[in-house]
């Protein structure tokens, strides 16, 4: 298995996806082909005496950072994404994995490697921690303009995702709604609902109010790009003021320092538990091969388990899978 | 001053009703009309021994359930909250205090009591603790497809209460958005931007994403009410379930039991500063007369501090305020 990953455009690029990929190397046994500034690349190996086994260095002289329009992943042809996204399509590698702008690589994406026949947009989609389990947002951002048919199938996509990635038999469909009954929300909720109602590929359990989706009411829960990215952001600031606020607390005097050992253990279970970067970063769902994107801000761990991800999409067939069941509906329709 | 006091169709009617409204009496030295069914009410009274003092028993036959559709606080004459808008209307009362059907009583308070003059539409308003502060979304989910101008109106609005309220000078007026730069969002937020941008009345901060929000990065978040929604009960669901986790953390074994009685104190200041029953419920926020809408699973403390911020909003002149406040908008227009 070849893993293309673009080392550049990111916070800490390259000196992140470098070391990533020297370990994911290690860990899954897997190829690695490196895509950026073969000079600067070249410098973190030597820097910190890394092997070079199973990875390919493939030189691209220009980058698109995160101010660039997504559009202009057409233009910077010699940028490491276009590069990178060239290189997926023609086959030189099973999976790609960037950290880079991500609407620059959802239009490349889109552009370059194309969607799965028959569907019509693809979705970004995260898998964020949550009660007693992991969920799917989709989508988070890539559409923020949606039809009803588009959330049908990112509810579709997300369900044989979190069913191969995450082992969950039947993952529970949730549309995102201001209530539970089938009459809330927008037309566009509206009409969502009564289509994933019909679908017989999903198991629809309703409309899941937002209080419901950090409490784990839901596997996949299906959203358009603008209020999935709300969710998601809004989930992870509360994370963030809470946890600011816990350290606050413990770190208050001696005595609650004191008090603090005693519970450590358990609070660095659930941290760990809560941290996004143990499970990766969000899939381009929809794209015909697997492309994986990282956080602009990943660490080595994030961005190793970025890899991780995309190794597993390639081993559990996913694409493939969804493209089955994009075909059924299209013979049903 | 007289508080309208709306006593049914509450998970907890008419009991955290009726000894909230005692408490309040002699607190705040307030008048309160109780409207509901006049036995069941008494039976309250008599039952705790309560004193009547300074409360008016107003009888209504009727209820309007959780379940019944908004428009039926038309038909509903003679239920409790019809009751009480009349009466609010005809200057019987100087605010009214409901934990009934939001549905119906944003629709009654529009119908019956009015917006105020040049408010396109009332928005439900609720305040949340955040870091540091806290925050007013407005709308949480009374206005499902907005307009520019509405969300514009909403900002203007939420900085008057939180000047008046919260006693914050220059409120900072965030938009809700999936990115910080002005192009970004749907069409709807694109243009409430220049609005807000423009508006010499509000001091706007910019875009401010979910992550944002709980970080209290603004004063004022305004929203649609659909993603308004999204944000509020997310942010709920958030806390519920990292303060059930950190609860398990701390009740795992006597080892940890033994360390949360070290930082107990830390943790309960917390929790109560995080209580939304310590703030109050949701302004109707345009509507001509206050209105506050309770959570419908109001306790007593949370229903005696809903007839706290009704107080507040008579003594602090804010719908005057909100009425000059437009009509300086609608000379300028």
Redesign the interface.
């Known amino acids: 298995m070849i893993i293309i990953v673009d080392a550049m455009g990111a916070d800490n690029s390259p000196d992140v996806m470098v070391t990533a990929s020297v370990k994911a190397v290690k860990e899954f046994g897997v190829n690695i082909k490196l895509v950026g500034r073969e000079e600067e690349i070249k410098k973190v190996f030597a820097a910190n005496s890394l092997p070079q086994d199973g990875i390919e260095i493939v030189n691209a002289e220009d980058v698109i950072t995160m101010h660039d329009e997504p559009i202009s992943v057409r233009k910077k042809t010699e940028s490491s994404l276009a590069k990178s996204l060239a290189m997926l399509k023609n086959g030189e590698g099973d999976a790609l994995v960037s950290a880079g702008n991500s609407g620059a690589l959802l239009v490349g994406a889109t552009l370059f490697v194309r969607c799965i026949k028959g569907v019509r947009r693809a979705a970004m989609a995260p898998v964020m921690p949550?009660?007693g389990g992991l969920m799917m947002i989709v989508d988070s951002?890539a559409n923020?303009?949606c039809k009803p048919e588009m959330l049908e199938q990112f509810a579709v996509m997300g369900s044989v995702y979190m069913k191969n990635i995450h082992g969950i038999s039947s993952p529970r469909v949730g549309l995102?709604n201001?209530g539970a009954e089938e009459t809330k929300?927008?037309e566009l909720?509206i009409e969502t609902h009564k289509l994933l109602k019909q679908n017989e590929k999903i198991n629809f359990v309703g409309n899941v109010?937002?209080?419901?989706?950090?409490?784990?009411e839901c596997d996949v829960a299906v959203?358009d790009?603008?209020?999935g990215?709300?969710?998601?952001?809004?989930?992870?600031?509360?994370?963030?003021?809470?946890?600011?606020?816990?350290k606050?607390?413990?770190t208050?005097n001696i005595?609650?320092k004191?008090?603090?050992?005693?519970?450590m253990k358990?609070?660095k279970e659930?941290r760990k538990r809560m941290d996004y970067k143990e499970i990766g970063g969000a899939m381009l769902l929809g794209i015909s091969k697997p492309v994986i994107k990282a956080h602009g801000s990943s660490d080595e761990k994030g961005f190793f388990n970025s890899i991780r991800q995309a190794v597993n999409l390639v081993e559990t067939d996913v694409i493939p899978q969804i493209e089955a069941a994009m075909e059924k509906e299209e013979n049903n329709a």
């Open positions: 949550v009660k951002g923020l303009d995102a201001n929300g927008t909720y109010e937002g209080r419901g989706l950090p409490l784990g959203a790009g603008f209020t990215n709300m969710i998601l952001k809004t989930y992870e600031g509360a994370g963030k003021m809470i946890s600011e606020e816990v606050n607390i413990f208050k005595i609650t004191i008090g603090a050992l005693f519970v358990g609070i659930f």
